[in-house]
């Protein structure tokens, strides 16, 4: 691999002279927060399968900064959801939500996790967004590696541009609150 096919992460906006650098503090722990994402895997059916095949050397989820997958909910800040989740699963899926540390963010991977997909039955949840707050949302039946690496490069785009204080901000309580989270 040549030099010029490298890319390295690019500094935020600022002041900059010899020997040192200056800029906002934001840009900073936006920067470290999106480039170091330790996601924690819900997997329950075939969008798992399409995980592994993301996480696989092939596609190498690793190069985005999420090579430490989690299974530990206290340990990750990024819950992936794929796969289909029944009504009996999500008090166990909001458990494991609200046992990760703030920051922490959700993708929704694939048709069921999204939407419930062709499962419109009494049994299966008609989308995670009713019981845990989504940030990501991948389309697919199940989505394809690629289109999972990218739903994390959309996600690390919304990490970088997110205020520090954007969790303590009363429209992210009110967005907690309206799904009775504490």
Known sequence: MSDSNIKIVEAPEGLSGEGFFATKLNDVVGLARANSMWPLPFATSCCGIEFMATMASH??????GSERVSFSPRQADMLMVM??????MAPILRQVYEQMAEPRWVIAVGACASSGGIFD????????DKVIPVD????????????????????????KSE??????SPEYQELLASYNIK
């Open 59 to 64: 596609y190498d989820l690793a190069r985005f």
């Open 83 to 88: 796969g289909t989740i029944s009504k009996k």
């Open 121 to 128: 039955t009494y049994s299966v949840l008609q989308g995670i």
């Open 136 to 159: 990501v949302y991948v389309p697919g039946c199940p989505p394809r590696p690629e289109q999972i690496v990218d739903g994390v490069m959309r996600l690390q785009e919304l990490v």
């Open 163 to 168: 205020s520090v204080r954007r969790r303590s």
